[in-house]
Nanobody
Framework: QVQLVESGGGLVQPGGSLRLSCAVS????????MGWYRQAPGKERELVAS???????NYTDSVKGRFTISRDNAANTVYLQMNSLKPDDTAVYYC???????????????WGQGTQVTVSS
């Protein structure tokens, strides 16, 4: 099977930076689009940023100019560089991938377990 493991979350002061990583492991045939979602307490999960297999990126308006998503295909890893962090960025961040684990089957969505990001002074 396929596993997504996030790392890099933590506590940071407003204006600070964090870099999240999501490593994909297991039986992998191909990795299509990857994305980062977040869910704050009492709110719905929202898409923060996504990147296609051709490196086309998309961001939610609130993070444009501050966050950068990237991927290392050789390492099966996707990153989220977060700069100029604000208290409103506080949430659990989840990695998502559209992954095909075998040529026999269609791609499906996989999720990581989430990593907490807290922006506070």
């Amino acid at each position: 099977q396929v596993q997504l493991v996030e790392s890099g979350g933590g506590l940071v002061q407003p204006g600070g930076s964090l870099r999240l990583s999501c490593a994909v492991s297991g039986s992998i045939f191909s990795i299509n689009a990857m994305g980062w979602y977040r869910q704050a307490p009492g709110k719905e999960r929202e898409l923060v940023a996504s990147i296609t297999s051709a490196d086309f990126t998309n961001y939610t308006d609130s993070v444009k100019g501050r966050f950068t998503i990237s991927r290392d295909n050789a390492a099966n890893t996707v990153y989220l560089q977060m700069n100029s962090l604000k208290p409103d960025d506080t949430a659990v961040y989840y990695c998502n991938g559209n992954i095909r684990h075998s040529w026999r089957f269609a791609a499906r969505e996989y999720w990581g377990q989430g990593t907490q990001v807290t922006v506070s002074s």
